[in-house]
């Protein structure tokens, strides 16, 4: 079991950066891989990136290019950096952490980018 808790969220304009934390409450290389989805309203949720424990990394091709995932083992930390950030990525962000074959969601971010 792990809980997992997104931080980082927030009002930007369009070509800003923002960078979310995931913090999980057990060590994050015991865990098979540890995502990121948003959902927008009126959408369902969707897949944007994830890392794996071995460190491969996987991206939603919206996002590919823009932003980066990466892990902080020694401080249980999963991040995803947004740069060049555009309208259509506002949306809640959430992490998610696969204990196979469990999933385990964060209670989200909001990301907001204006035009």
């Known amino acids: 079991q792990v809980q997992v808790v997104e931080s980082g969220g927030g009002l930007v304009q369009a070509g800003a950066s923002l960078r979310l934390s995931c913090a999980a409450s057990r060590s994050i290389s015991t865990i098979n891989t540890i995502g990121w989805y948003r959902q927008a309203p009126g959408n369902q949720r969707e897949f944007v990136a994830w890392?794996?424990?071995?460190?491969?990394?996987n991206y939603a091709d919206p996002v590919k290019g823009r932003f980066t995932v990466s892990r902080d083992n020694a401080k249980n930390t999963v991040y995803l950096q947004m740069d060049n950030l555009k309208p259509e990525d506002t949306a809640v962000y959430y992490c998610?952490?696969?204990?196979?074959?469990?999933?385990?969601w964060g209670q989200g971010t909001q990301v907001t980018v204006s035009s």
């Open positions: 998610n952490a696969n204990i196979f074959p469990l999933q385990y």
């Open positions: 890392i794996t424990k071995g460190g491969t990394t």
